[in-house]
C-alpha cells in the first residue's frame, strides 16, 4: 500500500510515494525542473497562477506513474504554502492569479485592523496581530479590485484548492483558518469578528474539514487523468511550517522543529496559548490540535540564515565546497576570537521587529582573525539568531527539550549543529525526511492504515544525534552576550 504526498511550494511543486508498511520512499519528483514564476505587477506583490500549481502536481504524480503502480495509492496528503489566497467564483475558477504568502500589499491593512479592533482582543483572541495574512489580502481585494470581489463564491488556502482539483470537494481546516488569523483561539471557533470587521461574509468560508482524517475523496476523473483510484481518501492537510514539523514528529509541547535553508524557521509546540507582545513570532493551530489537547504552534522565521553562509561562501572562499568550508570553520576557536557576525542582510527581520539591520561583522582584528574565524563567527551567529528566537519562544511558556530537523543545508555541518545544541542545551536529532513525505505520512494516519501517531512514525530512521558540548558552553555564552549587544 502507498501513500501519495504532494508539497506546493512557491518555487517548485514536490510528489512522493510512500511504502506504508516500511516507511520508506518509492519515488518523488520536482517540478517545474526550474524555479516557477512569480509575478509581481507592482512592488511588494507576488502572485502565481493556482492553475500552474495544478499542472506541476499532476506532471509529478506522471512521472512516479512510470515507476510505481498508483492502483496501489490508499491516501493523499496535502502541503502547501502558507497565507495564500485563492478566490474563485461559482464553477470553482480563480477569479484572479493566487495572492502568495510573500506578497505584502495587505501590511496597511492588517495594522489598521490591529488599531481598530483593539490591541488588547486580537492578542488575546488571535494571539496575532491581523498583520498581512489572509483574511487581509482578501480584504485588499474586497477595497482595490471590488469587480473581482463581487465574483468570489469561496476563498481557500492554496492546499485547499489542490484539494479541489483531486476531489471536486471544496474545504479548509481550523488549523488553515488560523492561518489566515480567523481562528479565535479564547474561543475555539472562527475569528467572527475578524470577518465582520473586513465585511467579509462568512458564506465566503468553505465548509471546515479535518487537518488529520478524511477529509475527501479522490475522483473519478483523477482515476482517468492520475491513475489514483476513484475514492482514495484525502486525509491530511497542512501548511508547510506545521507540516514541516510534522514530518519531524514534532507534536507534543517542548518539541522544536528547525530548518536553516534561504531563511532559517523554528517551530516550537506548546499547549499554551499566550502571544507575544511584540508580534515577533507566530502562533497557529498545529496540525494534531484537539479540543481536549490543545497543540498549538508558534513559528519564528529568520530571514538572514542560510543566505548569509551562503553569502560567505560566494565571496569569502569560492574555491571551497560547503564540506571544506565548514572543515575550514572548526580551525578557528569557540567564540570565535570574539569576532562577531550579525546575520541580517535580507531586509526587514520580524524576530528584530520589522528592523532593517543589515549583516554586520564586529570586532574584527586584522592581525588575529582569518577566513577560519570568518567562517566560524558566520555559523554561531547564525546560532546566536536562532537561540535568540527560541528565548522568546520560552517567554512564551515553550520549554524546549529537543530540536529535530531535517539533515541538511545548515545542518549538514557539525559545527554549526553542535554551537546550535549547546546554546539551546538542547539535544539535536536528525532526520531524512521531506515535507512530501510527511503529507504522506500523515494521510495514512489520517486514513487509518496508521493507528497512532507512535506507529506512523516508528519507521521514521533517525540519522544522527547531537548533544550539547559542556566545553564550549561559557565562551559561547560569553559571545552571545556581545552579539545581543550588538543588535541595539
Known sequence: MYSL???????????????IQ???CLSSSTNPKTEMPISAPNKGWAEQNPELWWRYICEGIKDISTQCDMSKVVSVGVTYQM????????????????????????VGIGAEALQTIGYDKCMSHLLNSPGNFTASKLAWVKRNEPENYAKIWKFMLPGDYAVYKLSGDVGTTETGLSEQILWDFKEGKMASFVAEYYGIDPELIPEIKPSIGVAARTSAE?????GIPAGTPISYRAGDQPNNAFSLNVLNPGEIAATGGTSGVVYGVTDKPKADSASRVNTFLHVNNTADAARLGVLLCINGTGIMNSWVHRNIVPSLTYAE?????????????????LPFGNGAERVLENRCMGARFAGIDLVRHSQAHILRATQEGIAFSFRYGIDIMKDLGLEPNVIRAGKANLFLSPLFRSTLATLCDSRIELFNTDGALGAARGAALGAGYYTSEAEAFSTLAKVGEVEPEAAWKNALEENYIQWKENLK
Open 5 to 19: 504526498g504532494i508539497d506546493i511550494g512557491s518555487s517548485s511543486i514536490k510528489v512522493s510515494l510512500l511504502d
Open 22 to 24: 516500511k516507511g520508506t
Open 83 to 106: 497565507h495564500g489566497l485563492v478566490a474563485v467564483d461559482r464553477n470553482v475558477k480563480p477569479v484572479r492569479d493566487a495572492i502568495i504568502w510573500c506578497d505584502s500589499r495587505a
Open 222 to 226: 483523477i482515476e482517468a487523468l492520475l
Open 325 to 341: 568550508m565548514n572543515d575550514l570553520a572548526a580551525n578557528a576557536p569557540v567564540g570565535s576570537d570574539g569576532l562577531i557576525v
